[in-house]
């Protein structure tokens, strides 16, 4: 089974303040942490950035991955940007899934992704993507009821075979992941760890998870 992996950066990170790809925890960059643990599971890393300049020293050093230069309206459509070139790359065999990722993981964990990988062959053939679901920490109401989970759709696996309906959404106007895969037969990963899917919003985020 092959694996490639995409992660998305060049966002605006308006409630960051900074580009959080180019944040450092520990010496390194979130790119360059997220697109180390991707490589651990997949065969290649793709990143997708609205300029190579701005992000070539955060991964200048790994030899494994790719930079998409495009330019960027949105998280759905960097995906697609991203499954578009790994389409047309030259004696390229296309991948049976692809690991899309955000570039604000922390806590990401390749063990973990080897496990979800692992259950990949078990799934139905029709299911086009296995992602896990969270809890928004805006969803939380006062009186302590939470409203429905939502798909974690930066975190996850999508079959290679997703590019048509995907493009038919984009074409068609959609830019939402979570309308997209309502429409969509995607599998819930179980059980996942919280912390995996925590991400850097804010610089209150940031700050927590350097603690």
């Not at 939380?140 to 309906?165: H, M, N, T, V």
Request: aromatic share 8%; hydrophobic share 45%; with cysteine.
């Amino acid at each position: 089974m092959k694996i490639v992996a995409i992660a998305l950066a060049g966002g605006k990170s308006s409630r960051m303040g900074t580009d959080k790809a180019l944040l450092e925890i520990d010496g390194e960059t979130l790119l360059a942490k997220v697109c180390h643990v991707a490589s651990q599971v997949t065969e290649s890393v793709y990143v997708v950035v609205r300029s190579c300049e701005q992000y070539q020293a955060a991964i200048a050093s790994s030899e494994y991955i790719s930079v998409v230069d495009r330019q960027l309206t949105g998280a759905l459509v960097g995906f697609l940007q991203g499954l578009e070139v790994i389409a047309h790359t030259p004696d390229s065999i296309n991948p049976d899934w692809i690991l899309l990722l955000a570039c604000d993981l922390p806590n990401l964990k390749s063990d973990v992704l080897k496990t979800w990988a692992a259950q990949l062959a078990d799934l139905p053939e029709d299911a086009i993507a296995y992602l896990p679901k969270h809890i928004a920490r805006d969803q939380e109401l006062a009186d302590g009821q939470i409203k429905s989970k939502q798909w974690e759709p930066l975190c996850g696996f999508y079959r290679w075979e997703c590019q048509k309906s995907l493009m038919e959404f984009v074409e068609g106007g959609g830019r939402s992941f979570q309308k997209w895969l309502k429409t969509q037969q995607v599998i819930e990963i179980a059980k996942v760890d919280a912390n995996i899917l925590f991400n850097c919003n804010t610089v209150a985020d940031l700050l927590w998870i350097k603690r």
